[in-house]
């Protein structure tokens, strides 16, 4: 017991001070070297920067272990309410990339930005929108079994109806995503005028 409570202590210091130096050290003199544009930007387009690719690579790591547990780890799959609980929402980064594209100027017009609104556009339905009827399908076959009952009616409800709002949610954000990607293909095309537009 102490020792899981040392190791949890070691992990989060750790984290901290890994993610602190990527967003203080790393990312700056990396972004500098790699990208002209972002020694021209604002000190706050600056730290907003160094923040996304904390994030990014946060997501990266944190999606990689989910992945792997979910893979690999037969305690969390025979536990349905602990596995629904845990991966119930995967995020996705390619939204920072977007970010990027607009900080450095490429318009949305360009290659670049096309394939990233087409890979954003096809992982948030993969992750977001694909998975609710087999999501919804593990959350009904644990109504009456005793992981469920232990919940109490408070946690149930929470669950529920956060679930059902979280994917209204993803379901709208999902036409928006579709809508805008094809206004930007359709604005590319010859006679088009493509606009850099944060609504799009």
Known sequence: MVDSVLLSYCVVTGSFLFFQLLFSVISPTFSSRCCSTYNQLTRAKQCEWDSR?????HALIVGSFCLYILAYD????LDPIWCIFTFGDLGISFLHYRWFFDAVGLPRSSRPVLINGLAMAVVFFIVRIAVIPSYYSQVFATFGTEGYIKLG?????????????????????????AAGFYRVVTKAKPGGKPKRNHAD
């Open 53 to 57: 690719v904390v994030s990014t690579v």
């Open 153 to 177: 009616t408070g946690p149930q409800v929470a669950w529920i109806v956060s679930c059902v709002i979280l994917d209204i949610l993803n379901v709208y954000w999902m036409y928006k995503i």
């Open 74 to 77: 037969d305690a969390v799959n």
